[in-house]
């Protein structure tokens, strides 16, 4: 049975669970138990992912930053693929948190009461001060995300003004990240039970009011990425690139249809890749380098998903968000979108970091991993066709445009 069907089938069965002892009669005196044994399962859930985020999201940025900082790499096309990059998915975050502002998905929930006390207001100076670890050892063991993500990107420029003596140890974090990148496809196989117990959980104790939420978030996140898919990427479509929009998403059909049916951004590359050769007339060399790194670094579908995640468990756990949690909530979204793993599930890894640095309870985590696959359809759409359209962009701006094929494609 594929993984997806398993998930579905643990959130049903979780929905069956929760429901039957919240409102059947004689199982109500054992709701409190059914919420309790299965919240503990959930728990070793949320926890493995936890395990993950420290090293995963270190060897991620570190081979990411030094793939990007390549000699081979730099130049006008690799700025420019980085600047649209990190400006669309800014853009993303905000198009999401606008969404779920606006829609207010959990604010018909009351976890109040299981929210953890309020962390101590800083001011701005002393959060740019408290990024910096004074011992490295020391973040990753007490899962302090901006400290890791900062020492992440200074190992990284070390890396690479080493110069040849550091390859050695790119090429570890390399071998390192696609070790976590497998590990976390181990850890995603306990999903479908997570995803029960969690759910199973959170209904039998709150009951039916939980499902109405949750169809919210994925109204916020289909109506963000079809806002930024449908306005953002046709406007630069229409005003930065060479092509026409229907002859841009006609190219990408086929693209679009893996990318919906597999939720891997990875597994969807290939496809992608034919589309902008041969139906786009792209050159090999300037999609491959730009879709590739694209199909690392930049995930605006993702971006969406963990803004719009954040601000549900915020307004279903009574949290306000200062302006500089939304600050923080745009940085570490965005360095966690550069980071996620282009395969089903990563989302809900990056989202614990976003909720961790945030100061928000992860076992929020529960409630969206529900939706989190019907999510991630439409979010994996939205991450390849920002890459097309980053690579639509780059290419007109260096005018590496193959005229003669995409006039003969075009003809036909």
């Not at 600047?83 to 853009?91: D, E, G, N, P």
Request: proline content about 3%.
């Amino acid at each position: 049975m594929k993984s997806w069907m398993k998930i579905v089938l643990g959130l049903s069965f979780g929905m069956i669970v929760g429901l039957a002892f919240s409102n059947i009669s004689w199982l109500l005196p054992y709701s409190m138990a059914c919420s309790y044994y299965t919240g503990l399962v959930g728990k070793v859930f949320i926890d493995l992912l936890k395990m993950l985020v420290g090293v995963l999201i270190f060897s991620s940025l570190v081979t990411g930053i030094c793939h990007i900082n390549d000699p081979k790499k730099l130049g006008r096309m690799g700025i420019r693929a980085c600047s649209f990059f990190t400006i669309s998915t800014l853009v993303a975050i905000g198009v999401g948190v606008f969404f779920a502002s606006w829609l207010k998905p959990g604010s018909h929930l009351n976890l109040a009461a299981a929210k953890p006390a309020s962390a101590a207001q800083v001011n701005f100076v002393e959060f740019l001060t408290q990024i910096i670890p004074s011992n490295p050892v020391a973040a990753f063991a007490e899962g302090n995300t901006l400290q890791i993500i900062f020492f992440a990107t200074l190992f990284a420029l070390a890396v690479i003004m080493a110069q040849d003596k550091g390859k050695p140890v790119l090429k570890f974090m390399e071998s390192l990240a696609d070790v976590m990148q497998t590990m976390t496809k181990i850890v995603m196989k306990m999903a479908p039970y997570g995803v029960f117990a969690l759910i199973a959980s959170a209904i039998s104790s709150i009951g039916l009011k939980v499902i109405k939420p949750l169809l919210w978030v994925l109204v916020c996140n289909y109506g963000a990425c079809f806002f930024q898919i449908l306005v953002i990427f046709c406007l630069v479509i229409r005003c930065c690139t060479s092509f026409g929009v229907w002859q841009f998403f006609k190219g990408m059909k086929n693209a679009i249809i893996v990318a919906f049916t597999t939720c891997s951004s990875a597994a969807t590359l290939p496809v992608s890749l034919r589309c902008m050769r041969k139906k786009l007339g792209i050159s090999r060399e300037a999609s491959g380098f730009i879709m590739t790194l694209g199909s690392t670094v930049n995930m605006n579908g993702a971006a969406i998903g963990q803004a719009v995640a954040c601000l549900f468990i915020a307004q279903a756990y009574n949290i306000e968000l200062s302006a500089l949690k939304i600050a923080v909530l745009f940085f570490t979204a965005l360095v966690s979108a550069i980071g996620a793993a282009g395969v089903p599930g990563s989302g809900l890894v990056m989202l614990s970091i976003v909720l961790n640095a945030v100061g928000l309870p992860l076992e929020g985590i529960g409630l969206v991993a529900a939706i989190d696959r019907l999510r991630e359809m439409l979010a994996t759409v939205t991450n390849i066709l920002g890459d097309a359209v980053a690579t639509a962009y780059v290419v007109h701006k260096e005018k590496q445009m193959e005229e003669k094929k995409l006039a003969l494609e075009a003809s036909t």
